[in-house]
């Protein structure tokens, strides 16, 4: 199986600083605050939830210019935080400015 496609709108809320990898890969961590309104069993559901989210290379160097407070539309892959954690982090590799 190979789907693993997630797309997600909210507010840049926290960004780490810009860094390199030991290979030399731009790479910056931050958090994505969504909420929303969802229709589940025919009712309303008001989500709000954080989201960590990780990007590379371009993707990366476009997020660090990208102020605190922004409205963001992320598309990526979900992806363990580490081999040894079943946390789970957003791997951007398109993101945009919405209004």
């Known amino acids: ?5 997630t797309q997600l709108c909210g507010r840049l809320e926290t960004r780490g600083a810009l860094r390199f990898s030991p290979a030399g890969v731009a790479l910056i961590e931050f958090t994505i605050a969504h909420r929303s309104a969802q229709v589940e069993a ?9 989201i960590s989210a990780l990007a590379a290379e371009a993707v990366a160097e476009q997020v660090a210019k990208f102020a605190k407070g922004c409205q963001v539309k992320a598309t990526g892959f979900l992806a363990k935080e580490s081999r040894s954690s079943n946390v789970l982090v ?10």
Do not use: Y
């Not at 025919?42 to 954080?50: E, F």
């Not at 957003?90 to 209004?99: A, G, K, P, R």
């Open 90 to 99: 957003l791997h951007v590799q398109n993101i945009e400015l919405i209004e």
């Open 42 to 50: 025919q009712a309303s559901r008001q989500v709000d939830c954080v």
């Open 1 to 5: 199986m190979s789907c693993n496609r």
